[in-house]
């Protein structure tokens, strides 16, 4: 306590303080008041900003003690969240997700009360214990980021907090949600980006280790190739182009639990001879956004218009909100793609490389997987896929030159990575790859060599 500076006060001070001090205290008559009566006196004397404790009913006269007095009484959680928005004021701000109406932002102290009634466990959790877990991350912001997304009338309905240090796994704490219509489209989305998070390695590892996850969590994170074991849910995540070979050599050097690790590599669609499209679907999305050099998966450029493409991946600059942005969508893991059923050559699982057409675009600006591919009748499709397209009524029956009956073609896709960079029509050209009208199909090397320009790998 020596390196500490010792408060000096004026006992008459003090003492005086006490006296007005002493109805907030229950008229000082018991030995517990009159301690936290006189050490707030004291501090009040010796004109302190702040106070801390962790005791409950000295927090609950905060609001009176500063009214009248300027003192803070705060939760030290509050004293080091206020420390550390002063120090990262601007990450603090609210920014919309995806440039939709979301804001995710990041959690301050008097958000606490309100992770507690939202995101607990309606039985399996206490309130004290619960608080206590939310405290403990927000109290160390070097090492954690907790985090709320919240909807256009600020309603908080994803809780999230996951680590922040510079080793390749990255742990998650918290993935909650509040019940909302877009909540597992906003968990899914959360998941996706994370796992497509450069740390500055070949490969990370992600676990979410959150004992009380939905059912609608849980689904969220299989879909995205998380693995449960070990009372969590795993994914390795590699951003790269590499062989089988290698991909079994990244999971053996990963830092997961070995019953994992050999229930991995021990997988018949992991293996040199599964060498057909949909084992290597498989693999791209359990080790995702991996892509397999050896893969057999066709892959296809397909042009799209830049008012389409920013309802799915194309985010105008600044990120302004288009005024008819579908969220769900932009949001969204998987979309579906309406064209003539003329393409007879497009099959999946495959891949897709987005050529955004129009002034000042004419790029490839992203990378879907090709889910599957369906022709029918404009009705049948627009049925079945009204909610994962851009497309109006009226734009599926232009494409079935507004014949009733008249094939249409779509395919669904899904987990799109946005190019770090555009890679532009002249690039495409020195590749080989002509200006793209419809889905045109493109051979591994011409996918290998466009995907290392656009991720810049």
């Not at 601007?90 to 804001?103: D, F, H």
């Not at 999230?160 to 080793?167: E, G, P, Q």
């Not at 609608?216 to 590499?242: P, Y």
């Amino acid at each position: 306590m020596q390196s500490f500076r010792e408060l000096k006060t004026d006992e008459t001070k003090v003492r005086a303080l006490e006296a007005e001090l002493a109805p907030l205290f229950n008229g000082g008559t018991f030995d517990r008041d009159i301690s936290d009566m006189r050490h707030i006196a004291h501090a009040i004397a010796a004109e302190v900003p702040f106070f801390v404790t962790r005791d409950t009913p000295m927090l609950d006269r905060s609001d009176s003690i500063f009214e009248k007095y300027g003192l803070r009484i705060l939760h030290p959680t509050d004293l080091v969240n206020r420390f550390d928005v002063l120090r990262r004021e601007a990450e603090y701000r609210p920014a919309r997700l995806e440039g939709s109406n979301w804001r995710e932002r990041l959690v301050v102290s008097e958000d606490v009360d309100n992770m507690v009634s939202i995101f607990k466990h309606k039985s399996n959790e206490r309130s004290g214990n619960f608080e206590q877990r939310v405290r403990h991350y927000l109290v160390n912001p070097n090492g954690w980021t907790s985090s709320v997304v919240a909807d256009a009338n600020k309603s908080p309905t994803i809780y999230l907090v996951r680590s922040k240090d510079a080793s390749p796994r990255v742990e998650v704490a918290f993935f909650r949600h509040a019940e909302h219509p877009l909540a597992g489209t906003l968990l899914r989305h959360l998941a996706h980006e994370i796992s497509r998070e450069p740390n500055g390695g070949r490969h990370s590892v992600i676990v979410v280790t959150d004992p009380e996850l939905s059912d609608e969590a849980k689904a969220a994170l299989a879909e995205l190739g998380f693995l449960a074991d070990a009372d969590a849910w795993w994914k390795i995540s590699l951003a790269s182009l590499i062989s089988r070979d290698e991909l079994i050599s990244e999971i053996r050097g990963a830092n997961i639990p070995s019953s994992l690790k050999e229930r991995l590599v021990g997988a018949i669609y992991i293996t040199p001879d599964a060498a057909d499209e949909t084992a290597a679907a498989r693999l791209e999305n359990l080790f995702s956004p991996v892509k397999l050099v050896s893969s057999t998966a066709p892959c296809y450029v397909v042009s799209i218009r830049q008012s389409w493409a920013a309802h799915f991946f194309d985010i105008p600059v600044g990120g302004q909100t288009l005024m008819d942005l579908n969220e769900r969508l932009h949001l969204g893991i998987e979309g579906a793609y309406y064209c003539s059923a003329n393409n007879t050559h497009v099959a999946a699982p495959g891949r897709v490389l987005w050529y955004v057409s129009g002034r000042g675009s004419m790029s490839i600006k992203a990378c879907s997987h090709l889910e599957e591919r369906i022709i029918g009748t404009p009705k049948e499709l627009y049925t079945r896929f009204r909610h994962l397209g851009v497309y109006a009524w009226k734009h599926v029956l232009e494409t079935a030159d507004g014949n009733l009956e008249h094939p249409v073609m779509a395919f669904r896709f899904s987990r799109t990575e946005r190019f770090a960079r555009p890679v532009t029509l002249a690039q495409l050209q020195q590749i080989g790859v002509p200006q793209p009208q419809n889905p045109r199909r493109i051979t591994a090397d011409q996918f290998a060599a466009i995907y290392k320009l656009g991720m810049n790998l």
